[in-house]
């Protein structure tokens, strides 16, 4: 149970930081024991928003909340640069309010693969429209679970920067009927090479393709302009690779 003070806190904290349904919570260091006094203030039915961006938030924290039923509003959610881990993300995979979740951001918060493939293997987030799990270490078991969900069907983002992905993983989305939706997709900071590149440029169904980024991988010359010139991707706007 939360202090009295802990309360009064984070009733001061609503009060300053939430308006027209988002509650804006990034930076202000409320660890577990402020998710902790958050749950018991019992305001959460009001929020559709909730950045929780660099918040000190591990898995103790994080499991209770994505185990409450307050947040059936709830639409986007930010939790970059915390550390919810495995244990964090296999509860989140299970969340009373991922159903209606149309944006989920967890960037910087120690998943392995174990909470990854939880994650995508969920049958919960069928409206989800951006993932980013950028500077995890997911790996290509997720990728490729996440390519071969019927789950993740609207999904228009997909951030994947740094997150050890291989040609491997690469070759399985680009065959995805999941993810034929996709429009926005970062795959920078990875090991790919010209099988990446290759997979891409000849994909069957990421054919909605607008941006790609792919900076900082081992892509030569020829893969790119294997993707520039390619009809499998007649709507790409931006390539990055530098």
Same mark, same amino acid.
């Given at each position: 149970? &939360? ?66 039923? =307050? ?23 299970? &969340? ?17 693969? %174990? ?18 799990? =950028? ?6 078991? $997720? ?29 399985? +989305? ?5 993810? %034929? ?16 590149? +290759?997979?891409?440029?000849? $994909? $069957? ?8 980024? +792919? ?21 790409? %706007? ?5």
């Amino acid at each position: 149970m &939360a202090t009295q003070t802990k309360l009064d806190y984070i009733n001061r904290l609503f009060d300053e930081c939430f308006e027209d349904g988002s509650l804006e919570l990034k930076g202000k260091f409320i660890g577990d024991e402020g998710v902790e006094a958050l749950l018991e203030c019992g305001r959460l039915d009001q929020v559709e928003n909730l950045d929780l961006t660099r918040n000190q938030l591990t898995w103790r924290g994080a499991v209770p909340l994505f185990q409450t039923t =307050q947040l059936q509003q709830l639409k986007r959610l930010y939790l970059g640069d915390n550390t919810i881990e495995d244990k964090g993300a296999i509860a989140l995979a299970e &969340a009373p309010f991922a159903e209606n979740l149309v944006q989920l951001d967890l960037r910087f918060n120690d998943i392995y693969p %174990k909470g990854g493939l939880a994650l995508v293997q969920s049958e919960h987030y069928k409206r989800l429209q951006i993932l980013i799990l =950028q500077e995890n270490f997911t790996g290509d078991e $997720t990728l490729i679970a996440l390519a071969k969900s019927k789950s993740f069907i609207n999904l228009r983002k997909l951030n994947v920067y740094r997150t050890q992905i291989t040609d491997k993983g690469i070759k399985v +989305m680009v065959k995805s009927k999941a993810l %034929k939706k996709l429009k926005h997709l970062n795959i920078a900071r990875n090991v790919l090479k010209i099988d990446a590149a +290759m997979a891409l440029a000849n $994909t $069957t169904t990421l054919n909605d393709l607008e941006t790609i980024l +792919m900076y900082d991988t081992f892509v030569p010359d020829v893969g790119v302009q294997a993707m520039l010139n390619s009809p499998a991707l007649p709507k790409l %706007k931006t390539l990055r690779l530098t």
